[in-house]
């Protein structure tokens, strides 16, 4: 054998004991020595092969992350924080198949990412980003030895893991570091991957545990337990604790294990993830906007901590309600300095019993939010929050809704800059840079009200406010110039009808035009499957009022122009809303649906009354009976191939 191709073979090996098993056969020394005896040997033949370790150091600095978009969207997972929701996860699934079988695993908190292998090597890793699109972090990856970088497959794959940096190595980075100490290890995981220099990135130790197969080109896993075996066999670093559950009192128990056991291990966790292993049962709940319907993170309950409430604030949103804001005595919780906590509503505060000067209980809820839990104790100092009649921004009234409270001006201003700051953010016309602090701005000095006023906005109107820049403004009136032509669902999100999220956008933009969706009656909207009665009557309530149609018009007249995300050309599946069941033997399901859309027809989640086709797999489920019983056409895969114009 090559003594070159003989040392990678040796060091890799090695290194597959020591980063992965935990268990080196050699002491470091001699991974040293033969090492640099590659090193040497690649410095002379000129060559370095894909699997080489030398591969893994920090190289040069990058000038900034490329885009990278993923082969099969990353869907993230819903979440349960309650026995409850957790219970009715399984109803869900035992609807489907009573006899599922799950998994459980360590929820990690860390930073996702993807790696991609093509012809049995490592060719690129990237970030989780939106699930469709995210940055590529290859050079930091590289970095990283949890994983190989030649496999014995040899099909296209994206793996999925976590980057995670362990409790200890975070302690010694600390010590290392006084001064630059890192707060908590997953913003230091997350900042490792995401630096631009990957020689830094080197220097924190981060590690990626993987946990999932994304994409597989040929002969995919089907289940949870085979994606496990997969990646232990190509040599892919994972968490021992794994469990397969015959019952939901088992998921329970392996959940109060990791409860139990998630102190004392060196990993940063924050739940467990369940999973219905069946290949039929995931075929048939497929997928929602978000995530999996088949799969659920328990969250465990956050750290919490007392503090004294200094005095309470009330902030207004796009739709008026009024929500109480604690400002507290700072306190760490989970890594962070809280000092800001939420009441959710008037009725809320009232409910916990929190008053001025009083010491509560705060929770980071899902290691995120800060919410005050309860009053623990009242001094004598101890002042109750008075119940707002007029709105602290506009002097108002302020109506009572059940718990909530709302201004009742359309006008106030706090909640026209929420209206704007929606209509600017990323899923509705994602005008890049418009910050809030950009439109509390512009509607304080320039008299921005309306979404319109921003299309009439100039390079003067920018003159003499701080901070802007003549290259900073360029950016904003070019991002505001591309955000005229904006697909037809997200326009119909970003302009705030009362109850539209963006699923039910979508939905709408079916009909393939805003006045199309403004003429639609009670009853059309009604059947739609996202809209329940509260919904309809906002839409229409939405449509018949003269201001907002003014809004509109003006929209319009200025350049904006809602579309309908093309299909190309006429293509096989032309006008079909087409719906995937079951599982298909020669691509992954977003792979079909993606076909599908590129020859011109749709694809859909669920069968509805809309539903011209339906393609069943093997084990279709729920959806193929369904589209039986309303009379759908329904094809095999043969028949689909042939549509596509891959069969034979």
Known sequence: MNRQRELVDILNKWAYEYYVLDDPSVPDREYDRLYDELRELERESGEVYPDSPTRRVGGEPVKGFERHTHIARLYSLDKAVSSDELSAFFTRVYK????????????YDGLTVCLTYENGVFVRAATRGNGVEGEDVTAQALTVRSFPLKISYTGTLEVRGEAIMRLSVLEKYNAAHPGEELKNARNAAAGAIRNLDPAETAKRNVEILFYDVNYMSEAPVKTQVEAMEFLKREGFKTYPFFRVCKSAEEVQEAIDEIEAERKKIDVLTDG?????????????????????????????????????????????????????????????????????????????????????????????????????????????????????????????????????????????PPRVVQKLTHYCSKNAADVEGMSEATLTLLYERRGVRNFSDLYTLTAQSF??????????????????????????????????????????????????????VANLSYEQLIALEDVGEATANSILSYFADEKNQAELARLFSLGVKPFVKEKRGEGAFAGEVVVLTGSLQSMSRPEAQKKIEELGGTAATSVTSKTTLVVAGEKAGSKLEKAQKAGVRIIGEEEFLLLLGEGE
Request: neutral net charge.
């Open 96 to 107: 489907v198949d009573p006899q599922t079988q799950f998994t459980v695993e360590y929820k």
């Open 272 to 412: 467990a993830v369940v999973k219905a292993n069946g290949e039929r049962v995931r075929a048939a709940m497929g997928y929602t906007d978000k995530f999996p319907r088949w799969a659920i993170a328990y969250k465990f309950e956050a750290e919490e901590a007392e503090s004294t409430v200094k005095n309470v604030l009330w902030q207004v949103g796009r739709t008026g309600k009024l929500t109480p804001l604690a400002e507290i005595e700072p306190v760490d919780l989970a890594g962070a300095t809280v000092r800001r906590a939420t009441l959710n509503n008037f009725g809320d505060l009232t409910r916990k019993d929190v008053k001025v000067g009083s010491r509560v209980l705060v929770r980071r809820s899902n290691e995120v939010i800060p919410e005050i839990l309860a009053a623990v104790e009242h001094t004598e100092g101890s002042v109750p929050v008075q119940k707002p009649t007029t709105c602290p921004f506009c002097g108002a009234p302020v109506e009572e809704v059940g718990a909530n409270l709302f201004c009742t001006n359309e006008a106030c």
């Open 463 to 516: 003159e003499g406010l701080e901070g802007f820049k003549e290259k900073k403004i360029s950016n904003l009136l070019s991002a505001i110039e591309a955000s005229k032509q904006i697909p037809l669902d997200r326009f119909l999100y970003a302009i705030g009808i009362g109850q539209i999220g963006r699923v039910a956008a979508r939905d709408l933009a079916e009909f393939g035009s805003v006045e199309a």
